[in-house]
């Protein structure tokens, strides 16, 4: 079994299919998908927490490959608002949602060991051969930053593709530390930057796991996150997996055409199942 997390709002469904229609290609073994979602409405309209109409498509959908797999949904609205309200974090060039991750020590469903995934990750080879790497003495385990190793530290780790110790961070209370640096200090990477500060115990991965520049034949998990282009003029280039045009005209990419094509047809099948919910309602 692989324990796996996302995080995020009703925003997030189209990045979760894709990825998980990725880890369930090269792998069959049962999944254990934990989302973790809050309802922020009064920060912002747009922040609604993911529906159980998605996540129980998105169970049916990962059960084709293997009939045991589920996926259980954890709304920590109440602690999250407790906890965070007041963080000058909130209001970020990244959403609140990126902050999630950091209660997993606080959530009674959450395993020992867990891969946390942005939603903007694809599977290239099997999950689980990050899953079976050891850091029984680690609180996590994280590939580089392609660019904060370069322009922020060394080892500057990219919070995309986490390894969780869950176990060991109760036991160090390395979370807390990281949660109350987010609700005090203004950061603008927030959480990532926490957790490279915070950190006593963390494991470097190969790039294979969490590659963020471009694919190669040994990737096992590519993150289509923002990146830099020099050539031929400086300028950003932030295209994710669900935008297929724009995979294929900048990044020249078709690896993951077949992938692609399903995650359209079952958005399809699912949209259509939404309407007939709501008229029926």
């Known amino acids: 079994?692989?324990?796996?997390?996302?995080?995020?709002?009703?925003?997030?469904?189209?990045?979760?299919?894709?990825?998980?229609?990725?880890?369930?290609?090269?792998?069959?073994?049962?999944?254990?998908?934990?989302?973790?979602?809050?309802?922020?409405?009064?920060?912002?309209?747009?922040?609604?927490?993911?529906?159980?109409?998605?996540?129980?498509?998105?169970?049916?959908?990962?059960?084709?490959?293997?009939?045991?797999s589920q996926i259980t949904l954890l709304d920590i609205s109440d602690m999250f608002r407790d906890d965070m309200i007041n963080s000058p974090n909130l209001v970020n060039s990244y959403t609140p949602y990126t902050l999630l991750r950091l209660?997993?020590?606080?959530?009674?469903?959450?395993?020992?060991?867990?891969?946390?995934?942005?939603?903007?990750?694809?599977?290239?080879?099997?999950?689980?051969?990050?899953y079976n790497i050891n850091i029984k003495n680690y609180e996590y385990a994280a590939s580089l930053d392609y660019l904060g190793k370069v322009f922020l530290h060394y080892n500057y780790q990219n919070a995309g593709v986490l390894?969780?110790?869950?176990?060991?961070?109760?036991?160090?209370?390395?979370?807390?530390?990281?949660?109350?640096?987010c609700k005090n200090k203004k950061m603008y990477f927030p959480d990532q930057t926490a957790l490279n500060i915070a950190v006593k115990n963390?494991?470097?991965?190969?790039?294979?796991?969490n590659d963020q520049r471009k694919f190669h034949k040994d990737t096992v998990i590519q993150h289509f996150s923002k990146s830099i282009r020099w050539w031929p003029i400086y300028h950003t280039v932030n295209v994710k997996p669900w935008d297929i045009e724009k995979m294929h005209s900048v990044y020249k990419l078709h690896e993951y055409d077949d992938i692609l094509q399903d995650y359209q047809n079952k958005k399809k099948i699912f949209t259509t199942e939404e309407v007939k919910g709501n008229d029926r309602n």
């Open 1 to 68: 079994m692989i324990n796996i997390l996302y995080c995020g709002n009703d925003k997030i469904f189209d990045g979760i299919l894709i990825s998980l229609l990725s880890i369930c290609k090269y792998s069959k073994a049962q999944l254990n998908i934990f989302v973790i979602t809050v309802d922020l409405t009064d920060i912002h309209k747009t922040y609604k927490a993911i529906s159980q109409t998605q996540i129980s498509f998105l169970e049916k959908t990962i059960k084709k490959t293997n009939s045991n």
């Open 163 to 181: 390894l969780l110790n869950v176990k060991k961070m109760k036991e160090t209370g390395f979370l807390k530390t990281v949660r109350e640096c």
């Open 202 to 209: 963390k494991k470097i991965l190969s790039s294979r796991f």
């Open 103 to 130: 209660y997993v020590d606080l959530i009674p469903e959450m395993p020992e060991k867990i891969i946390y995934l942005d939603t903007d990750t694809m599977a290239h080879d099997d999950i689980q051969k990050l």
